[in-house]
């Protein structure tokens, strides 16, 4: 009798099949990509009403599934791998990271122990390593020594598992045994990201106890200004537990001084977490590494390879300065997990740094992407990318209609049409809907402003040509 | 002048034929898996070892690096997806999946807004809807309702989710704003899973706040006893807060009586949060929904088809009965963020139901699996494991060396060696030695259990046979 399970799954012959198809139609599809509008066109609950109410019964065509990436999918995708993407930031691939996730998915093991898979586990220790070295970060981020790097999912768990070490390190109680007790505070500018808020509220601090430090002119935190926030809150008994600074904010890709900021946490001995989730990556290039002056001070560092490093998502990379204190904060040993490589203390168990038990093995992605490109091949492309963005500028300059906002750090061109927030608004839409590039306007201080990011994968100069071919044009129509 | 994004990203055919050729690896892999050990036989450091201490300045051959997954990553890996994978539970993957993997890392979006990409959310929502009805769950999960369901990395960070919007319902002050007051109080049975007392002391209450509920005989919550305690600690002035009730404990698949727990929670007003993560599959057979008995009255509900249902890492499906109460609790709108869509009210934003802010089309993954086995295709394959553990059971039951530790629920067989502790640990270690299939020990009320699961992709009729085989062989022998 033959198994089920025989009569169900595919065979090999059949997997190599609909895997090379698979491959061919993301080929397809990138190539095609630029015929097509960078931002989904339909309408609330047109994708929901091509899709079945009900689950099919018995199996369908493989051929039909596929079909409908085509008819039910793709015309609601914005497609963030459009080589005209100038939206938010980018959330980057390259073929060696996806190759990297087919391997990934293949093996499909659960690094969440040492002994669970061991090359899960030790091959990302090395690569966090290699990211130390080649981003110029502080040696005390290393494994090496009392240090240690990890893959989260994303910036925002970092930022929380920042704070639930911070919350161990600063005060004279245990917050993992008693719980938060008074107002343990955290402080971040105006410009930090919403995820430093969302992790203040989770770790059950409350949004109340969120801080926002003034800025000086460039947007960055004015550290005499978090030094008497600081000094206000302890003569108010709370309790100051963890600052984030930013390199690279998500709206202006303003830089924090961490240097200064880190004097001022180690005076009052708060944690110093430093969020580059975008702009960490424009490190590899040497000349920029003085946004990254005063690390060493930092207690933890994360930015996202799966931002601008062409690493698919999720891939973001956190250090910290003191593995055992990030370890000692969320370690929960049960006995199922318990053997003897964790008990020899030789190994690292990564479920001990972040909050899901289970993981994939995601360092496979970053192995792929280092090796193919080589340290020097990943600085030239960001390299090129800034070359644009400052070309970019220069033409932002030269234009009349148009006035940079702020000042450019890395490859984000923030603008504003003279004729005021309705004209910027207005652009920006017009350029949304004919659909050839996408941009994104947000509110800085009260003033609506236009941002271009240049770094995506698939972008080639002669896209950031026509982008400001585009921009310089319907801003000129708005004018009039 | 030529890009340098020209010469150093793959063109299109280089990602056709790399892609290929990963997927080739990845089928013959899997063809070559039983001539390798399951468990890894690598000591600590070895595959770092092999791994050069400093990154390539220039980028490698690329066929250097796929022979590197041979000589460096395969010794390292501890096969989780050989067929006589019988440890800890499965983490399964199925052709379907895989490819549907291999889209999503090709479209690489980021489903954060639904105006990120509708289909990305669309698709997701009506997943979550057909996974109640193919299960069995009660209506109220439904999203045409006021519930709904989103994917989560694992259940894990499903339970902290849980947690912190229960945190704001049964407090009558806002702990998202003024953070945790006092002693919120948790609930679970001694059996439950580890990442509950990791989200109770993530979300700041303190695992002193946790509390162990007695169970009877079966391993289930005693009722009673829950009533008791959380009695005792509103009398002592604390908060109950949540209680998380188990289908299918880790170590023996123990299923809480959550219809009971349901009342006594309804009683004292206390968020109820039903996990499910390995055994909820099982509801896929109409014949073990009793196991759901009482759903209807939990507050939320999570498991994981990335465990038992063919769908790769990371897929875990989590419902609440009221939507609002999540988003509530996890919504913090950011100025960049802020789009028409999202404030017509008319759309899901997913980024307020985790902790996240980014998120990969994960939904494919669903589709692709529940469309090509169809929902009795699914069923049988379910069925069918479930058959082979009870034959399983039978072979235990008839060998006197051999004694049935636990009830068996669904597809884990709990067993002890009849000579004791000491025994059973010998045959398991020496069974894993052996490297021809894969067992955990554990230990449950003090007693060394090996537990046998039953539920591998690739596993058939064959396997599971031959491990009866090998277990009553080195069992024979460890009497003498």
Not at 35 to 47: A, F, H, K, L, Y
Not at 227 to 240: F, Q, T, Y
Not at 257 to 266: G, K, L, T
Request: aromatic content about 8%; some cysteine.
């Amino acid at each position: 009798m033959t198994d089920e399970a025989d009569q169900l799954h595919w065979d090999r012959e059949e997997m190599r099949r609909r895997g090379h198809q698979a491959i061919d139609w993301v080929v397809d599809y990138l190539a095609s990509i630029e015929q097509r509008p960078v931002q989904s066109r339909v309408e609330p609950g047109d994708v929901a009403a091509s899709l079945p109410l009900h689950p099919p019964a018995t199996g369908e065509s493989f051929d039909d599934v596929m079909a409908d990436l085509d008819q039910v999918v793709l015309p609601g995708i914005t497609h963030w791998q459009h080589p005209s993407w100038f939206a938010f930031f980018n959330s980057n691939t390259s073929g060696p990271s996806m190759v990297a996730d087919i391997i990934s998915s293949g093996l499909a093991v659960q690094g969440m122990l040492w002994q669970t898979s061991p090359a899960c586990t030790e091959v990302e220790t090395r690569m966090m390593d290699w990211l130390v070295e080649m981003l110029g970060l502080p040696d005390s981020f290393l494994s090496t020594g009392d240090g240690g790097g990890v893959i989260q999912d994303t910036a925002s768990s970092a930022t929380l598992c920042a704070l639930i070490a911070a919350r161990e390190q600063v005060s004279d109680f245990a917050v993992d045994r008693d719980g938060v007790q008074g107002k343990m505070t955290v402080y971040a500018s105006s410009e930090a990201h919403s995820s430093v808020e969302k992790a203040v509220r989770i770790a059950g601090l409350g949004s109340d106890q969120f801080r926002h430090v003034d800025v000086d002119e460039n947007l960055g935190i004015d550290p005499a200004a978090l030094d008497r926030a600081i000094e206000a809150d302890k003569a108010a008994g709370c309790m100051p537990t963890m600052v984030i600074a930013t390199i690279g904010t998500t709206a202006t890709t303003a830089v924090d001084p961490v240097a200064a900021i880190a004097r001022v946490c180690q005076k009052h001995s708060v944690w110093l977490h430093v969020d580059a989730a975008h702009s960490g990556t424009a490190a590899l290039v040497p000349e920029m590494r003085w946004m990254q002056q005063g690390l060493e001070d930092a207690d933890s560092y994360c930015f996202n390879p799966h931002k601008w490093m062409f690493v698919g998502f999720d891939c973001d990379a956190f250090w910290v300065r003191d593995r055992k204190a990030l370890i000692k904060a969320l370690s929960v040993l049960p006995e199922y997990l318990r053997n003897e490589a964790s008990e020899s203390g030789q190994v690292i168990d990564y479920r001990d740094w972040h909050i899901p038990l289970g993981r994939r093995f995601r360092a496979l992605k970053l192995w792929f992407v280092i090796r193919n490109y080589g340290v020097d091949g990943l600085r030239r492309l960001i390299a090129e990318h800034l070359q644009w963005a400052e070309w970019f500028e220069q033409q932002v300059e030269s234009d009349p209609r148009w006035q940079l906002t702020h000042k450019r750090t890395v490859n984000l061109i923030c603008m504003a049409h003279i004729d005021g927030d309705e004209a910027t608004d207005r652009v920006a839409q017009q350029l949304n809907e004919q659909g050839q590039m996408s941009v994104t306007v947000t509110t800085v201080q009260g003033k609506r402003i236009l941002r271009v990011c240049i770094g995506g994968t698939q972008t080639r100069k002669t896209h950031v040509e026509a982008a400001w071919q585009r921009i310089a044009k319907v801003g000129a129509a708005a004018r009039s």
